[in-house]
C-alpha cells in the first residue's frame, strides 16, 4: 500500500471513529441496539452537503450534529413515550429520514461538493497529512468530551441506566429522560461522522448510510475485544482504534484484489469473529 492509500484508510477510520463512538453510547452505554443510525448518518451527509452549498462548511457541519440530535431523540420518544420496542423504533426512524433526506436533497439520490469550500479545504497539501490531522483533532476533542460526560452525574446517571434500569428508576432518576438524551447524543456524532464523511468524499448520497450500523459495531467489538478495561476512557480509545484497525483490514482486503462487492460479507464475517473471539474468551474464565 502506498502512502495516498494509507492516509485515504486513515482519514476514513478517523471519520468513522465517531460514528462509532455514537454507537458506543447506544450500544454499549445504555444497552440500547438503535437502529437509527443509518438514517442519521445520511442525514448528516445530507444536511452538511446542502449547507455546504447554500451557506458555509462550517454550518453544515454544526447543522448535521443537531439533525442527528433530532433523529435520535425521535427514537427515544418512540420508545419512552409510546412504548415500542427499541428495534422497531429505530426501523421506523430510519425508514422515514428516507423520506426526509430525499426532501432535503431536493428529491436527488446524490449531491456532488466538486469545486466547493469545504471544512477541509484549508488543510489540504500534496501528502494529506493536514486533513488527517484535522480529523483526529477533532476525534481527540469529542473522545475527551464523552469520557469527561460520562464521568459526570449525568454521564454516571446514562451508564447506571444501562446497567441497571430498575435501580436507577428506584433512585428518583428519569430513565425516559435519560434514554432521550442517550440517543439524541449517540446519533448526532453519526451526523457528525455522515458531515464530515460527504466534506471528505466531496459528494452525499441517499445510500450513504447503508451498512453504517455493523462499522460501528465491528469497531466497537474489535477495540473493545483486544483492548479491555473497565475505565471508560479507555474504552472510548479502543473504540477509536477498532475504527482504525476495520478500516485498515477493509483496505487491505481491497488491495489483495476482493471485489468491493463482498466488502459487506467481509465485515459480516469480522463482527462474527470479534463477537465468537469475545465469548469463547469468557467462557475459558469461567471453566478455569
Same mark, same amino acid.
Given at each position: 500500500m502506498n502512502f495516498i492509500i494509507i492516509s485515504g484508510a486513515l482519514e476514513l477510520?478517523?471519520?468513522?471513529?465517531? %460514528?462509532?463512538?455514537?454507537?458506543?453510547?447506544?450500544?454499549?452505554?445504555?444497552?440500547?441496539?438503535? @437502529?437509527?443510525?443509518?438514517?442519521?448518518?445520511?442525514?448528516?451527509?445530507?444536511v452538511s452537503a446542502v449547507t455546504t452549498?447554500?451557506?458555509?462548511?462550517? @454550518?453544515?457541519?454544526?447543522?448535521?450534529?443537531?439533525?442527528?440530535?433530532?433523529?435520535?431523540?425521535?427514537?427515544?420518544?418512540?420508545?419512552?413515550?409510546?412504548?415500542?420496542?427499541?428495534?422497531?423504533?429505530?426501523? &421506523?426512524?430510519?425508514?422515514? @429520514?428516507?423520506?426526509?433526506?430525499?426532501?432535503?436533497?431536493?428529491?436527488?439520490?446524490?449531491?456532488? %461538493?466538486?469545486?466547493?469550500?469545504?471544512?477541509?479545504?484549508p488543510f489540504e497539501s500534496e501528502n494529506?497529512?493536514?486533513?488527517?490531522? &484535522?480529523?483526529?483533532?477533532?476525534?481527540?476533542?469529542?473522545?475527551?468530551?464523552?469520557?469527561?460526560?460520562?464521568?459526570?452525574?449525568?454521564?454516571?446517571?446514562?451508564?447506571?441506566?444501562g446497567d441497571n434500569e430498575d435501580m436507577v428508576r428506584a433512585s428518583s432518576i428519569d430513565t425516559d429522560k435519560m434514554k432521550i438524551i442517550g440517543l439524541g447524543l449517540a446519533n448526532g456524532l453519526v451526523g457528525l461522522s455522515g458531515a464530515l464523511y460527504t466534506q471528505q468524499q466531496m459528494y452525499a448520497d441517499i445510500t450513504a448510510g447503508i451498512g453504517m450500523m455493523v462499522i460501528g459495531l465491528a469497531s466497537i467489538i474489535i477495540g473493545t475485544t483486544f483492548i479491555r478495561s473497565s475505565r471508560i476512557s479507555i474504552q472510548l480509545a479502543a473504540t477509536v482504534i477498532g475504527a482504525?484497525?476495520?478500516?485498515?483490514?477493509?483496505?487491505?482486503?481491497?488491495?489483495?484484489?476482493?471485489?468491493?462487492?463482498?466488502?459487506?460479507i467481509l465485515s459480516a464475517a469480522i463482527v462474527i469473529a470479534a463477537i465468537a473471539s469475545a465469548n469463547l474468551s469468557r467462557r475459558k474464565k469461567k471453566n478455569a
Open positions: 477510520g478517523g471519520i468513522f471513529a465517531l %460514528l462509532s463512538l455514537g454507537l458506543f453510547i447506544s450500544f454499549k452505554v445504555l444497552n440500547i441496539p438503535d @437502529l437509527t443510525v443509518d438514517g442519521s448518518f445520511t442525514v448528516g451527509c445530507a452549498l447554500s451557506l458555509s462548511p462550517l @454550518l453544515g457541519i454544526l447543522f448535521a450534529f443537531i439533525s442527528g440530535v433530532i433523529a435520535g431523540v425521535f427514537t427515544g420518544l418512540l420508545i419512552t413515550k409510546l412504548k415500542i420496542n427499541p428495534i422497531l423504533s429505530g426501523i &421506523l426512524t430510519q425508514t422515514a @429520514l428516507y423520506s426526509l433526506n430525499l426532501r432535503i436533497m431536493n428529491q436527488t439520490p446524490n449531491i456532488s %461538493l466538486l469545486d466547493k469550500s469545504t471544512i477541509f479545504t494529506g497529512i493536514g486533513k488527517i490531522i &484535522l480529523i483526529y483533532f477533532i476525534v481527540f476533542i469529542i473522545v475527551g468530551l464523552l469520557s469527561y460526560l460520562l464521568k459526570t452525574q449525568l454521564g454516571l446517571a446514562l451508564r447506571a441506566c482504525i484497525f476495520y478500516r485498515f483490514v477493509l483496505t487491505f482486503a481491497l488491495q489483495i484484489g476482493l471485489p468491493s462487492g463482498d466488502l459487506k
